[in-house]
């Protein structure tokens, strides 16, 4: 299995643009969380997928933020419009059984908005 | 409620060990454990579950006291290779996971 693939890798965008990050979950996991990490908050859930559907988005900054799971192989978060504040890393993860085998985590995409 | 992890670095000489603790102000259904080494993904290592439990493999190992809320990551006959950022993860029964902020471990040769 590939693991859990995120696009792009890298993003600068001015601020007020739109930003859309993509995640493609391992093959048979049924749950996938979208984190932010920065070196003053650390590791943040944003939200999160039980099969396709979203159960806790509480961690969403505002609603310029938004996330979609149209299908069990594809997710995405947009960001609009995108402030330097949002500059950070934000990674994908996926997990089966409720975590029970822990998370796998895509290699993030490294957002730098200007 | 995001745990805490003490300390927040460690510096070590190849051979030492580490005591990484990590702990919850509420009541714990699981404790996780994942390695991030810079410009990486946090990788998983390990899940201890309510009931309280040890598990380890090769020189790392963690303890979770579900009374106290607490967990522990031991790194024991440390080597190079485990430098990197240690988080600790809880979940409270709601399927998902908070992180604590983190606790980085430079191991010197």
């Known amino acids: 299995d590939a693991g859990v693939i995120q696009s792009p890798r890298h993003e600068v965008t001015e601020m007020g643009q739109e930003v859309t990050l993509r995640c493609k979950p391992i093959?048979?996991?049924?749950?996938l969380f979208w984190y932010r990490q920065t070196m003053m908050r650390g590791l943040e859930l944003l939200i999160y997928?039980?099969?396709?559907?979203?159960?806790?988005d509480s961690g969403m900054p505002e609603d310029r933020f938004s996330a979609k799971m149209p299908n069990a192989s594809f997710s995405t978060l947009k960001i609009q419009p995108s402030e330097p504040r949002d500059s950070a890393v934000y990674f994908c993860?996926?997990?089966?059984?409720?975590?029970?085998?822990?998370?796998?985590f895509g290699s993030g995409t490294r957002l730098t908005v200007v | 409620q995001q745990p805490v992890q003490s300390p927040q670095a460690v510096i070590l000489r190849e051979g030492e060990d580490a005591v990484i603790n990590c702990s919850s102000s509420?009541?714990?259904?699981?404790v996780h454990w994942y390695r991030q080494k810079h410009g990486e993904a946090p990788v998983f290592l390990m899940i201890?579950?309510?009931?309280?439990e040890q598990k380890g493999h090769d020189k790392i190992s963690a303890s979770f006291n579900e009374k106290k809320q607490q967990s522990s990551l031991y790194l024991t006959a440390s080597q190079l290779s485990y430098s990197g950022t240690y988080f600790c993860?809880?979940?409270?029964?709601?399927?998902?996971?908070?992180f604590g902020k983190g606790t980085r471990l430079h191991i010197l040769p």
């Open positions: 993860a996926s997990s089966f059984d409720r975590g029970l085998g822990g998370y796998t």
């Open positions: 093959s048979g996991h049924n749950s």
């Open positions: 997928f039980n099969n396709n559907v979203p159960i806790d």
């Open positions: 509420k009541a714990l259904y699981s």
């Open positions: 201890l579950l309510k009931g309280g």
């Open positions: 993860g809880t979940e409270g029964g709601d399927d998902k996971i908070i």
